[in-house]
């Protein structure tokens, strides 16, 4: 059964209804939808749909690390939150009668004046990034033009264009000028992050958001003074509150307003040629994959990590590979093999063992360069091979197409899908090259990450969430 679709043009963005400048979609696709199983929309939680773009861009050139996030501040740099029970006070209303054509006004005033308080060291052991951002990389941008990042957690807007990796792209972006909403409230506070070696910094604001064609009032959010690299602003879905921050995140919002059942969405990203990318807040799309979703576990569970940087991370028990015309082989030991990996849609590439990588590399005649890239030919991407991934011991393996999995930076220019992470770190990462062969549902309902093989054969949503773990009744019609 195919659903009614219900195109919507509105933004999904920050209020910007209260006259800002508000980017249109060009490309006559609709924005989003929203829907309730049947199709037909009621009062009760559904699910919320969005195209998802695959934007790639280009580095500067100047960093050894990619546009990816490090560690958040220290506790006590908390951003301030909204009370509970009590309407937003804002702390400086900004003037209507003088509205900035090119900077919000309110941000020149309130400037970050403390730097932020980062454990850098740790940040610059987490994200290695190798080179990546010297070639270009990929990430991912919703209709509304922010990232979406699993590997991060706040939703900002503004970045510095003449920053960033790329001006002109950045510009056609649309940019919140809160001086320019009647409704936007300053919060203030500090918001601080590292990437790599980048750095975002700004202020908390609270404003009107739309998705598709709900409004969530009191949306916290932060607009960015100056930023480095980045060429959107981020839409951070890791766990939030009562987590990481003391605020409740947008997905924490759509919970709250009854516009889906719990914090649950899903990512389709498509393979190569697809032509097809979408998250779902709330519902699965069941022509996206085949038989059940498997459920693999959130490891360390929650409550053990650290509680400024909860994460999605699982255990990856074995990685292989399906050689074209070959039977399928295991790299890992058959039993007891796991290596904890975050999964994480800011990252183009997967980072693994080094050893792994090496064993991956030779069956791609792999030329490693000084900086420890892993390059192969291109050809590799029209074989009908596969790198395969497993989870719970075997009883999930994603099979990586060739296609996917290998990282075309230009025409004639391949890179292996993984790369080792950091010497000495355990920080492993399933980027892109990974994502794409799976389709995935993050569950923080039951700290889950539910997965199966990516398929394309059709198109229909169903609402998950109810209760918990009822995503387990949702059947991949592939
Ligand atoms: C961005 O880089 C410039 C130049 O290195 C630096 O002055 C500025 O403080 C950086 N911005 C942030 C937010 O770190
Ligand atoms: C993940 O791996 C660790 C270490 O082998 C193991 O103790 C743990 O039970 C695993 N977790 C899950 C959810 O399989």
């Not at 404003?207 to 409004?215: E, K, L, P």
């Not at 709250?256 to 969405?265: E, L, R």
């Not at 074989?383 to 075997?394: I, L, R, S």
Request: proline share 8%; net charge neutral.
């Amino acid at each position: 059964m195919l659903l009614q679709r219900i195109a919507v043009y509105t933004a999904f963005f920050l209020a910007l209804s209260h006259g800002a400048f508000l980017p249109k979609p060009d490309n006559g696709l609709p924005v989003g939808e929203v829907g309730k199983g049947g199709g037909k929309r009621t009062k009760d939680p559904g699910y919320v749909r969005m195209p998802v773009s695959r934007q790639k861009f280009k580095g500067k050139g100047k960093s050894e690390r990619g546009w990816h996030w490090g560690l958040p501040p220290d506790l006590d740099d908390k951003p301030p939150a909204v009370q509970p029970g009590r309407p937003f006070e804002p702390t400086s209303r900004p003037s209507h009668s003088t509205p900035s054509a090119t900077q919000p006004t309110s941000l020149s005033a309130t400037p970050a004046t403390q730097p932020p308080s980062i454990h850098r060291r740790a940040a610059d052991r987490r994200w290695g990034w190798s080179s990546l951002e010297e070639l270009g990389g990929i990430a991912y941008i919703i209709q509304f033009r922010v990232f979406v990042d699993t590997g991060s957690y706040e939703l900002w807007v503004n970045p510095r264009c003449s920053a960033s990796a790329s001006d002109a792209l950045c510009q056609t972006f649309g940019n919140y000028f809160p001086s320019k909403s009647n409704s936007a409230m300053h919060i203030g506070g500090n918001f601080a992050v590292t990437y790599g070696t980048g750095a975002v910094r700004g202020s908390y604001w609270s404003d009107v958001m739309s998705i598709a064609m709900f409004q969530i009032p009191q949306v916290q959010f932060a607009v960015a003074a100056d930023s480095n690299y980045t060429f959107a602003g981020i839409l951070g879905l890791g766990y939030t509150y009562p987590h990481t921050i003391p605020y409740p995140s947008v997905l924490n919002l759509m919970v709250s307003q009854k516009m889906i059942s719990a914090p649950i969405f899903s990512l389709g990203l498509g393979g190569d040629g697809d032509g097809f990318s979408e998250i779902i807040f709330g519902g699965v799309n069941r022509w996206k994959f085949a038989g059940p979703l498997v459920p693999v576990s959130i490891w360390p569970p929650i409550k053990e990590q650290d509680p400024r940087w909860v994460q999605y991370w699982v255990n990856v028990t074995s990685v292989g590979m399906t050689r074209p015309g070959e039977a399928g082989k295991l790299y890992t030991p058959r039993e007891g093999f796991t290596m904890p990996t975050l999964i994480d849609t800011g990252s183009t590439l997967s980072y693994i063992r080094e050893d792994l990588v090496a064993v991956i590399g030779q069956q791609f005649n792999a030329e490693i360069d000084t900086q420890g890239n892993y390059f192969v030919d291109c050809k590799y991407r029209d074989m009908p091979g596969t790198v395969d991934f497993g989870f719970n011991n075997g009883a999930m393996v994603i099979n990586v197409r060739y296609k996917d999995f290998i990282y075309q930076l230009y025409q004639g220019r391949c890179m292996l899908g993984v790369q080792p992470a950091d010497y000495g770190s355990t920080n492993y990462v399933l980027g892109d090259t990974f994502i794409r062969g799976a389709y995935l549902v993050f569950d923080q309902q039951s700290d889950v990450v539910w997965m199966n093989q990516y398929y394309n054969c059709g198109d229909g949503v169903v609402t998950v969430g109810q209760t918990p773990r009822d995503t387990k009744n949702v059947f991949g019609a592939c």
